[in-house]
């Protein structure tokens, strides 16, 4: 059975940073893409960025240039650093994974079949 479990969450003024972290268990593919989505009250999922198995990554555009996703698969361990938090970025963060498909990354919510509980990260002004 898969497990994700998120952790790091925090609260954090405006311009600060935090490391989400995200321990994978039971997962055996080897080519994959693990995700980081997150989700505000009253709005809709967003994605946030994506990894595959080869080390390529793709973020959203919201996220661009602050935020980096990275893996230690020895620790079997998916990361999200994020730098200079806005307000904005408040909502709770999940981690996913797909089902071995072997794409390249890509932020399709629909094709992310393992999820997390989630970790929440509130950022004051």
């Known amino acids: 059975q898969v497990h994700l479990v998120e952790s790091g969450g925090d609260s954090v003024q405006a311009g600060g940073s935090l490391r989400l972290s995200c321990v994978l268990s039971?997962?055996?593919?080897?080519?994959?893409?693990m995700a980081w989505f997150r989700q505000a009250p009253g709005k809709e999922r967003e994605a946030v960025a994506a990894i595959d198995s080869d080390g390529n990554t793709k973020y959203s555009n919201s996220v661009k240039g602050r935020f980096t996703i990275s893996e230690d698969n020895a620790k079997n361990t998916l990361y999200l650093q994020m730098n200079s938090l806005e307000p904005e970025d408040t909502a709770m963060y999940y981690c996913?994974?797909?089902?071995?498909?072997?794409?390249?990354?890509?932020?399709?919510?629909?094709?992310?079949?393992?999820w997390g509980q989630g970790t929440q990260v509130t950022v004051s002004s």
């Open positions: 039971g997962y055996d593919h080897t080519n994959y893409c």
């Open positions: 996913a994974a797909d089902a071995g498909y072997a794409l390249r990354a890509h932020l399709q919510s629909e094709l992310y079949v393992f």
